[in-house]
Nanobody
Framework: QVQVVESGGGLVQPGGSLRLSCAASGSIFRIYAMSWYRQGPGNQRVLVASITSTGSTNYVDSVEGRFIISRDNTKNTTYLEMNSLKPEDTAVYVC????????????????WGPGTQVTVSS
């Protein structure tokens, strides 16, 4: 199968920046979209940003202009650069990879990472 691992979370003051990474590995035939979701305490998981295999990006309104998603297809890795962070950005950030596996190359499946905590606080 496909393993997804995030890194880069931590504690940052309001107005600060963090860069998250998400690497996919395993029996990958092709990766289509890679996305970042976040889930705050007691809240539902919300899509924050996504990027397709050709580099098209999409952002939720609340992070537009502050967050930048990018991707390195040679490393099966996506990044989320988060700037001008606010306390309301505090959440567990979870990476999702939409991919086809070597076992089932014709199917698109979602693979989730365990998440990384981002806390914005003074």
């Amino acid at each position: 199968q496909v393993q997804v691992v995030e890194s880069g979370g931590g504690l940052v003051q309001p107005g600060g920046s963090l860069r998250l990474s998400c690497a996919a590995s395993g029996s990958i035939f092709r990766i289509y979209a890679m996305s970042w979701y976040r889930q705050g305490p007691g809240n539902q998981r919300v899509l924050v940003a996504s990027i397709t295999s050709t580099g098209s990006t999409n952002y939720v309104d609340s992070v537009e202009g502050r967050f930048i998603i990018s991707r390195d297809n040679t490393k099966n890795t996506t990044y989320l650069e988060m700037n001008s962070l606010k306390p309301e950005d505090t959440a567990v950030y979870v990476c999702c990879t939409l991919a086809a596996t070597l076992n089932v190359p014709g199917a698109s499946l979602r693979f989730w990472g365990p998440g990384t905590q981002v806390t914005v606080s003074s």
